[in-house]
């Protein structure tokens, strides 16, 4: 848990021994609130080797491909026409996902705002589909459009 430009963020980074990398993924509390809520679907997907995809906000996708080989949580861009992947995110094995799962409770004690935090599309705002297009979050590529 740490603070970038005045904002809680869960960081979720690789390690090179006793010091923290690049490479890794920062998430803010909204979009760590909604991969904490998703991972029953996560399960059951690794249980069942499907495919399960769930975009957390402003381009931040969840994956499991199938046969449940990784947990893909990355930062996805849309340079063109077509939403494409970026270096910002982890590809974690079952075990390691394991252990980020074991780790959710400790996150949530340690950061009490995340008890308040309701994510975006359950906000009064998104009551209709033009409060979802307007939204940065849940439409990164297109929400200035409308």
Same mark, same amino acid.
């Given at each position: 848990?740490?603070? *970038?430009?005045?904002?809680?963020? $869960?960081?979720?980074?690789?390690?090179?021994?006793?010091?923290? /990398?690049? #490479?890794?993924?920062?998430?803010t509390?909204?979009?760590? #609130? *909604?991969?904490?809520? /998703?991972?029953?679907?996560?399960?059951?997907?690794?249980?069942?080797?499907?495919?399960?995809?769930?975009?957390?906000?402003?381009?931040?996708?969840? #994956?499991v491909?199938?046969?449940?080989?990784?947990?893909? $949580?990355?930062q996805? *861009?849309?340079?063109?026409?077509? $939403?494409?992947? /970026?270096k910002?995110?982890?590809?974690?094995?079952?075990?390691e996902?394991q252990?980020?799962?074991e780790?959710?409770?400790? $996150?949530?004690?340690?950061?009490?705002?995340?008890? /308040?935090?309701v994510?975006?599309?359950?906000?009064?705002?998104h009551a209709?589909?033009?409060?979802?297009?307007?939204?940065?979050?849940?439409?990164?590529?297109?929400?200035?459009?409308?």
């Amino acid at each position: 848990v740490g603070e *970038w430009k005045g904002e809680k963020r $869960i960081d979720m980074r690789e390690w090179d021994g006793d010091k923290p /990398t690049k #490479k890794g993924i920062s998430l803010t509390l909204m979009r760590w #609130k *909604w991969l904490a809520d /998703t991972v029953e679907y996560i399960d059951e997907a690794l249980k069942n080797g499907n495919v399960y995809e769930q975009h957390l906000g402003g381009n931040v996708y969840v #994956k499991v491909k199938q046969g449940g080989v990784c947990i893909d $949580i990355r930062q996805y *861009w849309k340079p063109q026409e077509e $939403i494409v992947p /970026t270096k910002k995110g982890l590809c974690l094995r079952p075990g390691e996902y394991q252990s980020l799962k074991e780790a959710i409770p400790d $996150i949530g004690a340690a950061v009490p705002e995340l008890n /308040t935090v309701v994510p975006c599309m359950f906000q009064s705002d998104h009551a209709n589909q033009l409060g979802f297009l307007q939204c940065s979050e849940c439409n990164p590529n297109d929400y200035q459009n409308w």
